[in-house]
């Protein structure tokens, strides 16, 4: 059988047939006009935000088609902070999706920093990813 991706040695050599990016300031916005001089740094972080959108439009989907009512809101510089918001939400299955899957995991693999669990009304379990 063969293995997805066994033969990435090509990668590693440059393509002489595909033009050379070049970033320009003026085009990249405010946000990386700082880091100008290094235009791997805005386009990783711009990739890393995307990503984390999509995360994010996955587990709605999920959500849904569990039949559960959960808000899912962004927050944060880049987009590092989630908050999953649902009256379902109660000390107990905060427990259980915390400690019986890798949600938070995924969480932090994603970029993500911070995760709010909560009830949508006073009762909110907050994580630092970081620290994981």
Not at 32 to 38: D, I, L, N, S
Not at 42 to 58: A, G, H
Not at 105 to 112: M, S
Request: net charge neutral; proline share 4%; with cysteine.
């Amino acid at each position: 059988m063969k293995k997805p991706f066994a033969d990435c040695s090509g990668l590693a050599q440059k393509d002489q047939s595909q033009p050379e990016i070049k970033v320009i300031a003026g085009h990249i916005g405010e946000a990386g006009a700082k880091h100008a001089g290094k235009p791997g740094v805005s386009v990783t972080r711009q990739l890393m935000m995307k990503q984390r959108e999509m995360m994010t439009y996955e587990l709605d989907q999920y959500f849904i088609s569990k039949g559960l009512s959960v808000d899912i809101e962004l927050s944060g510089p880049d987009i590092t902070s989630i908050s999953l918001l649902s009256p379902l939400f109660c000390k107990d299955s905060v427990d259980r999706i915390t400690e019986r899957t890798n949600l938070l995991f995924y969480l932090k693999e994603a970029g993500f920093r911070k995760a709010t669990i909560g009830d949508s009304n006073e009762k909110v379990w907050a994580y630092d990813l970081r620290a994981l």
